[in-house]
């Protein structure tokens, strides 16, 4: 499976826009970019995924970059509840099973 | 409510012990996969079962065993327990599994097992 790299940590102010990067220089033509996020110790809840096209959906929005080198989430207007660590996952086609990495801490703040 | 249910939700036992933990997954969701998450730790996968085959393995222990049964809830079983079995045991199922990736997984709860 294709490694995927996030910064430990970001900020956002309540109400902006919500920007998470993640590289997955790796990435091979049938593996999806999925995007999970773990609210305090609660399961991980489903966000988006992806595999070449940009993605929406009522939570966000997922860009891939046309290489599919590197996406981001973006989440558009943030609140307090968005709090999370959010984990990028690349999800190879002949496996079932996503495998984490350390995510990337989003803290919003008033 | 993601409809995947973990029984129990806590648990505190006392080392060298064995305790089961149960999962049911969502109606209609053939693949259940199971992982673990130690205080401050990432989710590490364990193992994943495919209508009640094991598909896959993880870092599981060789303390540890999963099974799924012809209803398809899971059961993942520890045996032997140490200090540092002690964690967040989270239950996921999905639709299917390796002809179709582009389907997303469900996580339960978790259970969060305490060994004293």
């Known amino acids: 499976d294709a490694k995927t790299t996030q910064p430990p940590s970001m900020d956002c102010a309540e109400g902006r826009a919500a920007n998470l990067p993640c590289n997955h220089s790796t990435i091979s033509g049938n593996e999806y970019v999925y995007w999970y996020r773990q609210i305090h110790s609660q399961g991980p809840q489903y966000i988006i995924h992806?595999?070449?096209n940009n993605e929406t959906n009522e939570m966000a929005s997922l860009i891939i970059t046309e290489d599919r080198k590197s996406s981001t989430l973006i989440l558009p207007h943030a609140t307090l509840r968005d709090t999370a660590v959010y984990y990028c996952?690349?999800?190879?086609?002949?496996?079932?099973?996503?495998?984490f990495g350390k995510g990337t801490k989003l803290s919003v703040k008033p | 409510d993601s409809g995947v249910t973990q029984t129990p939700k806590h648990l505190i036992t006392a080392t060298g012990q064995r305790v089961t933990l149960r999962c049911s997954p969502r109606s209609g969701d053939l693949s259940v996969y199971w992982y673990q998450q130690s205080l401050d730790q990432g989710l590490q996968f364990l193992i994943q079962y495919y209508n009640g085959e094991e598909r896959a393995k993880g870092n599981i222990l060789e303390r540890f065993s999963a099974q799924q049964f012809p209803d398809l809830h899971s059961e993942l079983n520890l045996s032997s327990l140490e200090l540092g079995d002690s964690a967040l045991y989270f239950c996921?199922?999905?639709?299917?599994?390796?002809?179709?990736?582009?389907?997303?997984?469900?996580f339960g709860q978790g259970t969060r097992l305490t060994v004293v």
């Open positions: 996952i690349v999800r190879r086609g002949s496996q079932g099973n996503l495998i």
């Open positions: 992806g595999l070449k």
């Open positions: 996921a199922s999905s639709v299917a599994m390796q002809e179709t990736p582009n389907t997303e997984a469900f």
